[in-house]
């Protein structure tokens, strides 16, 4: 039997319900950091864990851009080029970065393997509450990489003389 779609006031009124429960962040913070609306693409009776896997979507899309950056072995020249400004203070945030989402990875790897409502509460709240700092280090990070793309670019203009 195929799964139905939901609304998107369903699933609001839904959260609201488990929000109230547990003390949870409003549906549009939640929507607006990981778009949470994406969820109400299939009715499920365990809705904080498809939030909670929205949530990861993006933390491991995160983690593997910031693994490529620590870590270039065979990684495209896009990367390279963005590496190769890279100082130790930015190293620094890339490394805090991977361990604060690493954290998140072995997190729900348990929630995988033993379902509680009340852990994937726990699990949302405290990502929403990281994600903040993760988010603020992110930008600084994107800074530093758009810096390193236009020092490179101005290295390309200037051409190959042999």
């Known amino acids: ?3 139905q779609n939901f609304s998107l006031e369903e ?7 488990l929000r109230k429960k547990y003390a949870l962040p409003e549906f549009k913070q939640l929507n607006e950091e990981f778009d ?4 109400a693409e299939n009715e499920t009776e365990c809705l904080l864990r498809e939030i909670r896997k929205a949530i990861m979507d993006k933390a ?7 693994e490529m950056l620590l870590n270039p ?14 100082s130790v203070d930015d190293r620094k945030i890339l490394e805090k970065l991977y361990d ?7 997190d729900v790897i348990e929630l995988d393997c033993q379902y509680s409502e009340e852990d994937e509460a726990g699990f949302i709240k405290k990502a929403t509450k990281e994600w903040k700092i993760i988010s603020d280090n992110m930008i600084k990070l ?4 758009r810096r390193n793309w236009n020092q490179k670019s101005k290295k390309d203009e200037r051409g190959y003389c042999g």
């Open 100 to 106: 604060k989402i690493g954290h998140f990875e072995i």
């Open 36 to 39: 949470i609306e994406k969820v």
């Open 11 to 17: 699933l609001k009124n839904n959260y609201e319900i």
């Open 142 to 145: 994107v800074e530093v990489l």
């Open 60 to 66: 491991i899309a995160y983690l593997r851009f910031i």
């Open 73 to 86: 072995t065979n990684a495209p020249l896009f990367f390279l080029a963005l590496i190769k400004g890279l």
């Open 1 to 3: 039997m195929a799964k």
